[in-house]
Protein backbone atom coordinates (compact mmCIF):
# COMPACT_ATOMS: atom_id res chain seq x y z
CA UNK A 1 0.00 0.00 0.00
CA UNK A 2 1.25 3.39 -0.96
CA UNK A 3 2.20 6.02 1.35
CA UNK A 4 -0.65 8.40 2.90
CA UNK A 5 0.99 11.60 1.52
CA UNK A 6 1.51 9.60 -1.64
CA UNK A 7 -2.15 9.26 -2.03
CA UNK A 8 -2.79 12.99 -0.61
CA UNK A 9 -0.88 14.12 -3.44
CA UNK A 10 -2.93 12.02 -5.90
CA UNK A 11 -6.29 13.69 -4.36
CA UNK A 12 -4.69 17.56 -4.99
CA UNK A 13 -3.90 16.54 -8.54
CA UNK A 14 -7.68 15.18 -8.97
CA UNK A 15 -9.03 18.52 -7.28
CA UNK A 16 -6.73 20.79 -9.46
CA UNK A 17 -8.27 18.52 -12.51
CA UNK A 18 -11.49 19.10 -11.98
CA UNK A 19 -10.95 22.70 -11.21
CA UNK A 20 -8.68 23.48 -14.33
CA UNK A 21 -8.66 19.62 -16.93
CA UNK A 22 -7.21 21.80 -19.47
CA UNK A 23 -3.59 21.75 -17.25
CA UNK A 24 -3.90 18.12 -18.05
CA UNK A 25 -2.87 16.10 -20.74
CA UNK A 26 -4.69 12.92 -19.10
CA UNK A 27 -6.83 12.68 -16.10
CA UNK A 28 -5.32 11.80 -13.00
CA UNK A 29 -7.05 8.82 -11.01
CA UNK A 30 -10.66 9.18 -9.88
CA UNK A 31 -11.95 10.79 -6.21
CA UNK A 32 -13.93 7.25 -5.76
CA UNK A 33 -10.53 5.13 -6.46
CA UNK A 34 -9.00 7.54 -4.08
CA UNK A 35 -11.27 7.48 -1.53
CA UNK A 36 -11.08 3.87 -0.69
CA UNK A 37 -7.19 3.10 -1.00
CA UNK A 38 -7.35 6.73 1.54
CA UNK A 39 -9.65 5.16 4.15
CA UNK A 40 -7.85 1.88 4.25
CA UNK A 41 -4.91 3.82 4.64
CA UNK A 42 -5.96 6.36 7.16
CA UNK A 43 -7.40 3.45 9.31
CA UNK A 44 -4.01 1.82 9.23
CA UNK A 45 -2.30 4.90 10.33
CA UNK A 46 -5.00 5.21 13.30
CA UNK A 47 -4.03 1.29 13.95
CA UNK A 48 -0.74 2.35 13.93
CA UNK A 49 -1.68 5.63 16.15
CA UNK A 50 -3.13 3.75 18.80
CA UNK A 51 -0.58 1.04 19.36
CA UNK A 52 2.20 4.14 19.68
CA UNK A 53 0.12 5.94 22.57
CA UNK A 54 -0.22 2.50 24.09
CA UNK A 55 3.47 1.79 24.21
CA UNK A 56 4.06 5.72 24.94
CA UNK A 57 1.85 4.87 28.34
CA UNK A 58 3.25 1.84 28.89
CA UNK A 59 6.59 3.34 28.69
CA UNK A 60 5.97 5.94 31.22
CA UNK A 61 6.03 4.56 34.29
CA UNK A 62 9.04 2.35 33.44
CA UNK A 63 10.82 5.64 32.95
CA UNK A 64 9.48 7.22 36.16
CA UNK A 65 11.40 3.69 37.48
CA UNK A 66 13.93 5.00 35.92
CA UNK A 67 14.17 8.25 37.14
CA UNK A 68 13.73 7.17 41.09
CA UNK A 69 16.83 4.07 40.45
CA UNK A 70 19.06 6.80 38.77
CA UNK A 71 18.04 9.64 41.88
CA UNK A 72 18.68 6.62 44.47
CA UNK A 73 22.05 5.63 42.95
CA UNK A 74 23.05 9.51 43.09
CA UNK A 75 22.10 9.57 46.75
CA UNK A 76 23.90 6.36 47.40
CA UNK A 77 27.22 8.06 45.43
CA UNK A 78 26.58 11.34 47.51
CA UNK A 79 26.34 9.61 51.07
CA UNK A 80 29.57 7.43 50.05
CA UNK A 81 31.16 10.53 49.42
CA UNK A 82 30.38 12.52 52.15
CA UNK A 83 31.84 9.44 53.99
CA UNK A 84 34.86 9.19 51.88
CA UNK A 85 35.24 13.14 52.88
CA UNK A 86 34.85 13.05 56.04
CA UNK A 87 37.28 9.78 57.04
CA UNK A 88 40.31 11.96 54.67
CA UNK A 89 39.44 15.17 56.73
CA UNK A 90 39.91 13.43 60.32
CA UNK A 91 42.76 11.00 58.98
CA UNK A 92 44.59 13.90 57.79
CA UNK A 93 45.05 12.03 53.98
CA UNK A 94 45.17 14.22 51.58
CA UNK A 95 45.46 11.66 48.54
CA UNK A 96 45.34 8.07 47.94
CA UNK A 97 47.65 7.06 45.06
CA UNK A 98 47.78 3.86 44.23
CA UNK A 99 47.58 1.43 40.96
CA UNK A 100 43.63 0.78 41.42
CA UNK A 101 42.65 4.00 43.77
CA UNK A 102 43.41 7.25 43.25
CA UNK A 103 41.36 9.97 44.85
CA UNK A 104 42.33 13.06 45.96
CA UNK A 105 40.54 15.89 48.46
CA UNK A 106 40.68 19.47 48.10
CA UNK A 107 43.28 21.58 50.77
CA UNK A 108 40.22 23.28 51.66
CA UNK A 109 36.26 23.82 50.67
CA UNK A 110 35.00 26.07 47.69
CA UNK A 111 34.07 28.99 49.01
CA UNK A 112 29.56 29.61 48.56
CA UNK A 113 27.12 31.72 48.94
CA UNK A 114 24.65 31.31 51.95
CA UNK A 115 21.41 33.32 52.14
CA UNK A 116 20.19 34.13 55.75
CA UNK A 117 17.49 36.84 54.90
CA UNK A 118 16.13 37.12 51.64
CA UNK A 119 14.39 40.19 51.93
CA UNK A 120 17.13 42.44 52.86
CA UNK A 121 19.31 41.14 49.28
CA UNK A 122 19.71 44.45 47.34
CA UNK A 123 17.79 44.03 43.57
CA UNK A 124 21.02 44.97 41.96
CA UNK A 125 21.80 41.09 43.03
CA UNK A 126 18.88 39.77 41.27
CA UNK A 127 17.66 38.80 38.07
CA UNK A 128 14.13 38.45 36.48
CA UNK A 129 13.16 35.20 35.25
CA UNK A 130 9.60 34.34 34.00
CA UNK A 131 7.20 35.48 36.63
CA UNK A 132 10.15 35.97 39.29
CA UNK A 133 13.09 37.44 40.55
CA UNK A 134 15.92 34.87 41.32
CA UNK A 135 19.34 35.85 43.72
CA UNK A 136 22.12 35.52 41.37
CA UNK A 137 24.88 34.24 43.49
CA UNK A 138 27.79 34.69 41.58
CA UNK A 139 27.05 38.34 41.09
CA UNK A 140 26.67 38.17 45.44
CA UNK A 141 29.65 35.84 45.34
CA UNK A 142 31.89 38.52 42.81
CA UNK A 143 31.11 41.27 45.22
CA UNK A 144 32.59 39.72 48.29
CA UNK A 145 36.00 39.09 45.58
CA UNK A 146 35.93 42.93 45.65
CA UNK A 147 35.53 43.06 49.52
CA UNK A 148 31.88 43.97 49.46
CA UNK A 149 29.53 43.29 52.11
CA UNK A 150 25.90 42.16 50.83
CA UNK A 151 22.93 42.52 53.46
CA UNK A 152 21.20 38.91 53.91
CA UNK A 153 24.24 36.36 52.48
CA UNK A 154 27.11 35.29 54.02
CA UNK A 155 30.10 33.80 52.26
CA UNK A 156 30.75 30.20 53.74
CA UNK A 157 33.64 27.24 53.03
CA UNK A 158 31.32 24.38 51.46
CA UNK A 159 32.51 20.70 51.22
CA UNK A 160 35.68 20.16 49.99
CA UNK A 161 36.11 19.31 46.70
CA UNK A 162 36.78 14.81 45.79
CA UNK A 163 38.73 14.34 42.44
CA UNK A 164 38.91 10.53 41.35
CA UNK A 165 38.31 9.14 38.32
CA UNK A 166 34.67 8.52 37.07
CA UNK A 167 33.45 6.26 34.64
CA UNK A 168 32.97 7.57 31.31
CA UNK A 169 28.83 6.80 29.66
Request: aromatic content about 6%.
Amino acid sequence: MRALYKIRDDIQTSIDYIVNPEDYEEPPLPLDELEIEAKEKIKNCFWAINKLRGEVLGAKPMLEAMKAYIKSREDAVAKIEDDIRFTMEVMLLEKIDDPDCKIKISAKGVESVQITDENVIPKTFKVHVPESWKIDKNLIKKAFKEGKTVDGVKLVEGKRRLTYPKPKA
